[in-house]
């Protein structure tokens, strides 16, 4: 890897060594790129990927990045100091710890974590954000992840019965509805329809006329309802009585908190005479 490209040596002994160039994929940092399952992750501006190789010439490309859910909150990364980025893989709890620098100093003090399950059955996954000692150097070791310090100092992270992070909560926002008019409505409730084989245990908030400062939130937990067949469970989520416009969205922090949204109805739904 080079900060503008991918460079491929293949071969099996130095008489058939071939040297090749395999994309134009580069990375920032010399530490961006770590292999877990069997698969290369890479932090690339602002994002964690990971790597697919694709084709008959075996063709490098970045998927679609892991960390889309907190997009927003890696914008705090300083542009300058991309090269200092560090990527570690921590198979025993199943997450990557991204070190990354987020002021203008000479250290990195906080860490984003992915927590895995397995990307190749499409399960869930979870960020948690996490603050510690001032560090210029990490690394996994037999399975245990160190840092170190400007001043020379060594830890063994994570190695008490609590992992100290906190939990970035994830929110899905859908599109406002309007209902094709701007009069005030009227409605109290939005039954909703959920499937019956997953959890369904997640906030789900409201937010009304686009105040950000004014949202509902209602939790919703259907886990205790059967799994054993197939079907639709609903639940009556309340609403306030007049809006003008309703956006619904769905949020969650915890990486067994499943859940599927077939759709809803708004109950009784009616305009007023108000503009």
């Known amino acids: 890897w080079t900060t503008s490209d991918v460079y491929y040596l293949s071969g099996y002994d130095p008489s058939d060594f071939k040297f090749d160039h395999w994309s134009d994929n580069g ?9 877990f399952d069997e698969r290369i992750y890479t932090f690339y501006n602002k994002a964690l990927f990971p790597i697919e190789v694709t084709g008959d010439i075996a063709q490098v490309r970045f998927q679609n990045p892991l960390s889309y859910k907190i997009s927003d909150l890696l ?7 991309l090269d200092e980025i560090i990527v570690v893989p921590y198979e025993k709890r199943k997450q990557i710890w991204c070190y990354v620098p987020v002021d203008t100093g000479s250290t990195i003090y906080k860490a984003y974590v992915l927590n895995l399950i397995n990307q190749d059955t499409n399960a869930p ?4 954000t996490r603050e510690g000692n001032a560090i ?3 690394a996994q070791f037999k399975g245990e992840v160190y840092t170190g ?3 020379g100092e060594i830890y063994k ?10 939990a970035i909560v994830s929110t ?6 309007t209902f094709g008019s701007s009069r005030v409505k009227n409605c109290e409730e939005f039954k909703a329809w959920f499937d019956i084989q997953n959890d369904n245990k997640f906030d789900f908030k409201l937010k009304y006329d686009g105040e950000e400062d004014d949202i509902d939130t209602n939790a919703v ?3 205790s309802d059967s799994k054993a067949v197939v079907g639709r469970i609903s639940e009556l989520i309340p609403l306030r009585d007049e809006f003008t416009t309703i956006q619904i969205g769905l949020s969650t922090d915890a990486l067994d908190e499943d859940y599927i949204l077939y759709g809803g109805t708004f109950m009784n739904l009616r305009t007023t005479n108000e503009y």
Not at 75 to 81: I, T
Not at 157 to 166: C, M, R, T
Not at 172 to 177: E, G, K, Q, R
Request: aromatic share 16%.
């Open 75 to 81: 914008e705090e990364v300083n542009s300058d100091r």
């Open 221 to 223: 937990d259907l886990s």
């Open 27 to 35: 990375v920032s940092s010399r530490f961006a790129n770590v292999e």
């Open 125 to 128: 996954s979870a960020w948690y």
């Open 136 to 138: 210029t150097c990490a």
């Open 149 to 151: 310090t400007i001043n």
């Open 172 to 177: 899905l926002w859908f599109t406002a509805f």
């Open 157 to 166: 992270e994570d190695s008490g019965d609590d992992f100290d992070g906190n």
